[in-house]
């Protein structure tokens, strides 16, 4: 158990839809890395908060948005949901903004 | 551009046999390192790590990998392999204020 935990760990929802992913970061971290987990494109960095502010973004979509709250938990709001946009997404959590990062189980999102 | 190779996409090795799993980089200068490991419907977990110093780190389950600054590789390394480290395994570089990049990553399957 790394300490970083997802919810719900399975989605499934229509076309056209938003959704939103949620994570706790183990206790401590000030770091928290969504990322997207598809069998074509492997694991890609969606974006980074570090204590509320964004720090990095990869590749993610215009429908994508994340946030992290003061309590250092972090949505990831999906909106307009494709097909395409079936995929695991892994919340991640570190101590300072780089280094060693802890994962959590992921959420299986299914877009029908 | 920074990337990160995993040549081989699946390997099978008998149980009992040794292991090693390859992974090159191209960064403009030495990034961390990381290994991870993810079992199927599962998260990402961390195996081990290289940050500076003995270029043959140790890690959890009995990994051990070594970093060789000259060829740009961080391969990954078990002695006698488990039916239970049927796995894929994840190389990811990291330099600070980048991204973690992870490779493609490879399968491994434990035969009997």
């Known amino acids: 158990d790394s300490g970083v935990t997802q919810t719900p760990k399975h989605l499934i929802t229509a076309t056209g839809q938003r959704v939103t992913l949620r994570c706790s970061p183990r206790s401590g971290d000030l770091s928290v890395y969504w990322y997207q987990q598809s069998l074509d494109q492997g694991l890609q960095f969606l974006i980074q908060?570090?204590?509320?502010?964004?720090?990095a973004k990869g590749n993610i979509l215009e429908r994508f948005s994340a946030q992290q709250f003061p309590d250092l938990h972090s949505e990831l709001n999906l909106s307009s949901l494709e097909l395409g946009d079936s995929a695991l997404y892994f919340c991640?959590?570190?101590?300072?903004?780089?280094?060693?990062?802890?994962f959590g189980p992921g959420t299986r999102l299914t877009v029908t | 551009a920074q990337s990160v190779t995993q040549p081989d996409i699946h390997i099978t090795v008998s149980e009992g046999a040794s292991l090693e799993l390859r992974c090159n980089y191209s960064y403009g200068a030495t990034p961390y390192l990381f290994w991870y490991v993810q079992s199927p419907g599962q998260g990402l977990q961390l195996l081990l790590k290289y940050f500076s110093g003995d270029t043959l780190v140790q890690g959890i389950k009995g990994f051990e990998a070594e970093f060789k600054r000259s060829q740009s590789s961080f391969n990954l390394r078990k002695p006698s392999v488990h039916w239970s480290d049927a796995a894929e395994y994840f190389c990811?570089?990291?330099?600070?204020?980048?991204?973690?990049?992870f490779g493609k990553g490879t399968t491994l399957s434990v035969s009997s």
């Open positions: 990811a570089p990291h330099q600070a204020g980048t991204a973690l990049i």
């Open positions: 991640a959590s570190s101590v300072g903004g780089g280094g060693e990062q802890y």
């Open positions: 908060y570090y204590n509320g502010e964004e720090r």
